[in-house]
């Protein structure tokens, strides 16, 4: 099959979370179940200096937005065993410092640049010579894909290969004031609540969701989550409608890169097999970090955007009280500055007990994930995560909220004590999670019980082999829609 791809973030060539990992995993995945794979992508600043090998494709945009016409040039990136990348350039719009946004401000044309983007995604997808079989799009930056395409279909496109729109996080639907509209050349018709208006506004997820052919999220829970008012982000009667072409498909881990055995990031190799080397790891990172170093003391890690998302607030109530116990937290993230004030306060009532590092860092992401006996993610809600199937193969036990792809990844000591893989708890209050971190404690004075859940975090597979079968089938279900 051919497989166009569309995402505002591919890894490792731009990355605000885990939708970076997704895309690029999921591309590689394609490609090495025998599949032809193109990824369009914007070129931000920077990658051009660091992938030399990008060629110029001959190949112009010049598209309408609006009152106006954008011009942009292309770039390509081929790989051995790999999804070729088509870079969109368009220095005004992607020639920034961030990506979305800059010193905690979101860009104020952001409704511009993505939809400026997804006009060339729907470009290549009708003229390039190499005809996609299906195109695949993420997130609400490209949502309007489907939209757009059914339009150019009754616009002189004949015959127009299906989308599918992966939702990543309902939370994000790229609302912006009604005259954004305007942008994207649409007919008035489309800016109604069947289509792309939500109260007067622009809601770009929503107009993909009413579009697309299918419509997936990354796990089976959240497929059902958002279909309920509490967690339907105001779109759950659409999603309801929508249901029979609504699927939810767990994400893979991608275990080239995450890894304990061949990694460049750690301090010691370990498998499961010979675990003493994630104690070097441990000690390692203690003193990296510099707090006292010793393989007694249970070690607490956090890797995260610091959003409301991520479960930040009843965290910190949860830490501030078990940290009188006998334990240390170590924590990598950035996000809204008052939850990095949270943290750094955390810090300073704690010095010898937390570390925190506000910033963004894949070595020690990777050393953290290594280093840690308990990795903490009480997320209100997550479609997916990725970080604590990471843990789970760094042997690093997380203690998870059951919300989202949380639930669907983790099995629960408490459940399930011979095939435990994590702990996990229901309610979203610091009480409840700071019961779980107690729980891990006294799973964690139980050595034979606490390397047995480590053994059985370490062989979960999530291996993006099964994960691309469920794309592959998904992709087929909607073949000949058209
Ligand atoms: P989300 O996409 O909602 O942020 P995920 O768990 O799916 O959550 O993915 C997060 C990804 O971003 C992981 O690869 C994680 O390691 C990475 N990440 C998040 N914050 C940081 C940070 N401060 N430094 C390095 N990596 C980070
Ligand atoms: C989003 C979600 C996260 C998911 C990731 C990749 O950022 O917040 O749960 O793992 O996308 O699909």
């Known amino acids: 099959m051919k497989i166009l791809l569309a995402s505002s973030e591919v890894y490792p060539f731009s990355k605000t979370g ?123 930056q490209v949502a309007l894909v489907p939209v757009l395409m059914a339009h150019e279909k009754g616009a002189g ?38 289509a792309v208006e939500y109260f007067g506004m622009l809601n770009c997820l929503k107009g993909g969701i009413a579009y697309a052919d299918l419509i997936t999220t990354v796990s089976p829970r959240y497929a059902r989550e958002i279909c309920t008012e509490e967690l339907g982000c105001g779109l759950d009667g659409l999603l309801r409608q929508r249901q029979d072409r609504l699927i939810g498909i767990l994400n893979g881990v991608d275990y080239s890169e995450w890894n304990t055995n061949k990694n460049k990031h750690l301090p010691k190799a370990y498998t499961v097999g010979r675990l003493a080397g994630k104690q070097v790891n441990k000690l390692e990172l203690q003193k990296q970090l510099g707090l006292p170093v010793s393989e007694a003391i249970p070690l607490f890690g956090t890797i995260s955007r610091l959003a409301e998302q991520k479960g930040v607030d009843i965290q910190l109530g949860a830490l501030a009280e078990m940290l009188n116990t006998n334990m240390q937290f170590v924590i990598l993230g950035s996000g809204s500055p008052e939850y990095e004030r949270g943290y750094r306060d955390l810090a300073r009532r704690f010095p010898d007990k937390v570390s925190v590092t506000i910033g963004y860092d894949e070595t020690l992401a990777h050393r953290i994930e290594a280093g840690c006996d308990f990795f903490l993610m009480p997320s209100r809600f997550e479609p997916c995560g990725l970080n604590q199937m990471y843990s789970l193969r760094y042997g690093t036990i997380p203690v998870v909220r059951a919300t989202g792809g949380l639930d669907d990844s983790v099995v629960d000591w408490t459940q399930n004590a011979a095939q435990a893989t994590g702990i996990k708890f229901f309610d979203y209050s610091a009480r409840s999670l700071a019961r779980a971190i107690r729980k891990s404690l006294v799973l964690y004075n139980q050595t034979e019980l606490f390397k047995q859940c480590q053994k059985n975090a370490m062989k979960a597979d999530f291996s993006w082999d099964k994960t691309v079968e469920e794309y592959l089938k998904a992709y087929q279900s909607i073949q000949g829609l058209k």
């Open 18 to 140: 885990g939708l970076a990992d997704m895309v690029g995993a999921l591309g590689r995945a394609l490609v090495k179940a025998g599949h032809e794979v193109i990824i369009v992508t914007p070129l931000y600043r920077g990658i051009q200096a660091k992938y030399p090998a990008l060629k110029k494709v001959d190949w112009e945009f010049d598209l309408p937005l609006g009152w106006r016409r954008i011009k942009a040039g292309l770039w390509e990136l081929k790989r051995r065993r790999e999804a070729t990348i088509y870079f969109v350039d368009q220095p005004g719009y992607f020639d920034r410092a961030g990506i979305y946004l800059e010193n905690n401000l979101s860009y104020a044309d952001n409704a511009e640049r993505y939809i400026f983007f997804s006009k060339c995604v729907v470009n290549l997808a009708r003229y390039l010579p190499w005809r996609p079989d299906v195109v695949h799009v993420h997130d609400w």
């Open 157 to 194: 496109w004949g015959n127009p290969p299906p989308a599918c729109l992966t939702i990543h996080n309902l939370a994000y639907q790229g609302i912006f004031p009604g005259e954004a509209f305007e942008l994207t050349d649409l007919p008035l018709e489309y800016f109604q609540p069947g």
